[in-house]
């Protein structure tokens, strides 16, 4: 069969979607399509190049070698029309990832974002953590996240712009009758002899469970084990209430039922968080974006180091450069 002499992008972002999760009905849900439209799309864009892309069972979907072929290059198209339509301003959305709903900071940057570039779409997404978020903007399916950028593995950070936008006073969430729940502020060395949750063995924040046993070295204070992954809040307070462990959390962190939040001093505790994208993205929500991100900074003094805080040495360095 000849060469298509056209090959139309929206068939190459079907078949990119499905190949970056190899499963048909999630790939539909991220495009907002029906199963059957996205499974006919793919069909045509077989047909057209002559090729079969997907090897389909009952179990599973994975790319044939021609699959693998054109993958590259359908990402190089779809890449180069996206920088297109931004040039004159028919961006697709930018979708950026807030980490969870409880986090005041990504919000409130998204919030002012969207202010400065009413004209454009910048959609909310929620990943739970940066190390997987960070996977996932690497790899297309969303344009930006929040977090800790000094955690993230170098393989990561090699694929990736960033920008600070805080260093957040941390706290620990009590249950209500806890010893320490009395106290305004809650000392580090309080915690001595306590197990602290910090997210250990969610294998979507390790870059937070890293923070936590740097700053509880030396202080008496455990990582708590893994506990079941909790989804939503309601789940995340049940699996809390069985092991009444602290929780390791930021100020902005929403109390829950039964619960307080303290924050920690001697010394101040101070979460890094930068703004994260893919090197190389061209969009004009991703400019509003890290315009916001630094208004807002600069606006609440976020990235202020307060005296007696608490940072690594890694996240203070790259606290302080940025690209």
Same mark, same amino acid.
């Not at 506990?227 to 309601?234: K, S, T, V, Y």
């Given at each position: 069969?000849?060469?298509?002499?056209?090959?139309?992008?929206?068939?190459?972002?079907?078949?990119?979607?499905?190949?970056?999760?190899?499963?048909?009905?999630?790939?539909?849900?991220?495009?907002?399509?029906?199963?059957?439209?996205?499974?006919?799309?793919?069909?045509r864009l077989e047909?057209e190049l002559?090729?079969?892309?997907?090897?389909?069972?009952?179990?599973?979907?994975?790319?044939?070698?021609?699959?693998?072929?054109?993958?590259?290059?359908?990402?190089?198209?779809?890449q180069?029309?996206?920088?297109?339509?931004?040039?004159?301003?028919?961006?697709?959305?930018l979708?950026?990832?807030?980490?969870s709903?409880?986090?005041?900071?990504?919000?409130?940057?998204?919030?002012?974002?969207?202010?400065?570039?009413?004209?454009?779409?910048?959609?909310a997404?929620y990943?739970?953590?940066?190390?997987?978020?960070?996977?996932?903007?690497?790899?297309?399916? $969303?344009?930006a996240?929040?977090?800790?950028?000094?955690?993230l593995?170098?393989?990561?950070?090699?694929?990736l712009?960033?920008?600070p936008?805080?260093?957040?006073?941390?706290a620990?969430?009590?249950?209500?009758?806890h010893?320490?729940?009395?106290?305004?502020?809650v000392?580090?060395?309080?915690?001595?002899?306590?197990?602290?949750?910090?997210?250990?063995?969610?294998?979507?924040?390790?870059?937070?469970?890293?923070?936590?046993?740097?700053?509880?070295?030396?202080?008496?204070?455990d990582?708590?084990?893994?506990?079941?992954?909790?989804?939503?809040?309601e789940?995340f307070?049940? $699996?809390?209430?069985?092991?009444r462990?602290?929780?390791?959390?930021?100020?902005?962190?929403?109390?829950?039922?039964?619960?307080?939040?303290?924050p920690?001093?001697?010394?101040?505790?101070?979460?890094?968080?930068?703004?994260?994208?893919r090197?190389?993205?061209?969009h004009?929500?991703?400019?509003?974006?890290r315009?916001?991100?630094?208004?807002v900074?600069?606006?609440?003094?976020?990235?202020?180091?307060?005296?007696?805080?608490?940072?690594?040495a890694?996240?203070?360095?790259?606290?302080?450069?940025?690209n």
């Amino acid at each position: 069969m000849p060469a298509p002499a056209h090959v139309d992008p929206r068939l190459l972002r079907a078949f990119v979607t499905v190949a970056e999760d190899l499963h048909f009905t999630r790939a539909a849900a991220r495009l907002y399509v029906a199963q059957q439209a996205l499974s006919r799309d793919v069909r045509r864009l077989e047909r057209e190049l002559g090729a079969e892309l997907f090897v389909r069972t009952t179990r599973q979907v994975t790319l044939t070698a021609d699959g693998e072929r054109l993958l590259p290059y359908a990402r190089r198209v779809l890449q180069v029309q996206d920088e297109l339509l931004a040039a004159f301003g028919q961006a697709r959305p930018l979708l950026v990832d807030l980490n969870s709903p409880w986090l005041a900071t990504g919000r409130l940057v998204l919030e002012r974002a969207r202010e400065l570039a009413p004209g454009q779409e910048l959609m909310a997404r929620y990943e739970s953590g940066l190390t997987y978020a960070a996977a996932e903007v690497l790899a297309g399916r $969303i344009d930006a996240s929040f977090g800790r950028f000094a955690g993230l593995p170098p393989a990561l950070r090699a694929g990736l712009g960033h920008q600070p936008v805080r260093r957040e006073p941390m706290a620990v969430v009590l249950p209500e009758d806890h010893p320490l729940a009395g106290l305004d502020e809650v000392p580090l060395s309080a915690l001595a002899g306590e197990r602290v949750y910090a997210g250990a063995g969610n294998p979507r924040t390790p870059e937070w469970t890293d923070l936590a046993h740097r700053l509880f070295e030396g202080r008496g204070i455990d990582v708590a084990p893994p506990l079941p992954l909790a989804m939503g809040e309601e789940e995340f307070r049940r $699996i809390m209430d069985k092991t009444r462990h602290p929780i390791l959390a930021v100020m902005g962190f929403p109390a829950m039922a039964l619960t307080v939040v303290r924050p920690l001093v001697d010394p101040v505790p101070l979460s890094p968080v930068s703004l994260v994208w893919r090197k190389g993205l061209v969009h004009p929500a991703l400019d509003a974006l890290r315009r916001a991100a630094a208004q807002v900074a600069t606006e609440n003094d976020w990235l202020r180091a307060p005296a007696g805080g608490w940072i690594p040495a890694a996240d203070s360095a790259v606290m302080s450069a940025h690209n």
